[in-house]
C-alpha cells in the first residue's frame, strides 16, 4: 500500500483559513468514511484532531473541520492560531485491516 | 484517562531483532472495541503504521513489513509487545504505541515516543 499524498506544506496568517488535502485511491480515501487527521508538533507525539472524515473528538476546537470529496479529503483550519503550526497527517483505513498514513504537511502560521 | 508508555533498548545492532513494550494503565487492554498498534516515525519523516492487535491476540501487520514483525499481547500485564527482526540503518525511528479504535478506525491515544537506533 502507498502513503496517502499531501502538499509539503501550508501557511496562513493568524485569523486566516488554511486547507490540506489528502489524496488517495478508490481503495483507501474514497472507499471507506474512515479518515482521520493527526496535529503533531515538534518532538511530540501525534494528536488525533478529526475522525471519521468530519468528526471532531472532545476538547479539539470547532475551528478544526473534515470533509471528503471522492478519493480525497480534506482539513480545513480556520482563525488559524499561532498554536495551530505543527505538522500534520491523515490517515485512512485501507481496506483488508490494512491503515495507511499521508505523507505529513507542515503547516506555517505566518 | 489511558495511558501508554513504551520501553525497550534504544540502540540495536544490524541484523538483530528489536523489542519494545508498550504498558496501559488507566484502561484495560481487554476490550473488544480496541485494538493495540504500533507507529514508527524515522527522524524528520512521515508516520507508518507497523500493525495492530486485540486483546485476544488476533493481528493485522503493515503488508510492507508483514514478513519482519510479531505483535503480541499479555493481557495480565495490561502489555503489548513488537519485535522486528533483521533491522538495518533503515528501521532507525521513534516508534509509538497507541489505541487503535477499531470501530472509528483512527489512533485515539498514544505513549510518547521511544527512539530505537540500529548501529553497530
Known amino acids: 500500500q502507498s502513503a496517502l499524498t499531501q502538499p509539503p506544506s501550508a501557511s496562513g496568517s493568524p485569523g486566516q483559513s488554511v486547507t490540506i488535502s489528502c489524496t488517495g485511491t478508490?481503495?483507501?480515501?474514497?472507499?471507506?468514511?474512515?479518515v482521520s487527521w493527526y496535529q503533531q508538533h515538534p518532538g511530540k507525539a501525534p494528536k488525533v484532531m478529526i475522525y471519521?472524515?468530519?468528526k471532531r473528538p472532545s476538547g479539539v476546537p470547532d475551528r478544526f473541520s473534515g470533509s471528503k470529496s471522492g478519493n480525497t479529503a480534506s482539513l480545513t483550519v480556520s482563525g488559524l492560531q499561532a498554536e495551530d503550526e505543527a505538522d500534520y497527517y491523515c490517515?485512512?483505513?485501507?481496506?483488508?485491516?490494512?491503515?495507511?498514513f499521508g505523507t505529513g504537511t507542515k503547516v506555517t502560521v505566518l | 484517562q489511558v495511558q501508554l508508555q513504551e520501553s525497550g533498548p534504544g540502540l540495536v545492532k544490524p541484523s538483530e531483532t528489536l523489542s519494545l513494550t508498550c504498558t496501559v494503565s488507566g484502561g484495560s487492554i481487554s476490550s473488544s472495541t480496541y485494538y493495540w498498534g504500533w507507529i514508527r516515525q524515522p527522524p524528520g519523516k512521515g508516520l507508518e503504521w507497523i500493525g495492530s492487535i486485540s486483546y485476544s491476540g488476533i493481528t493485522y501487520y503493515n503488508p510492507s513489513l508483514k514478513s519482519r514483525v510479531t505483535i503480541s499481547v499479555d493481557t495480565s500485564k495490561n502489555q503489548f509487545s513488537l519485535k522486528l527482526s533483521s533491522v538495518t540503518a533503515a528501521d532507525t525511528a521513534v516508534y509509538y504505541c497507541?489505541?487503535?479504535?477499531?470501530?472509528?478506525?483512527?489512533?485515539?491515544?498514544w505513549g510518547q515516543g521511544t527512539l530505537v537506533t540500529v548501529s553497530s
Open positions: 490517515s485512512s483505513y485501507a481496506g483488508s485491516n490494512n491503515f495507511v
Open positions: 478508490s481503495s483507501d480515501v474514497g472507499g471507506y468514511n474512515y
Open positions: 471519521e472524515v468530519s
Open positions: 497507541a489505541r487503535h479504535d477499531m470501530t472509528t478506525e483512527d489512533l485515539d491515544y
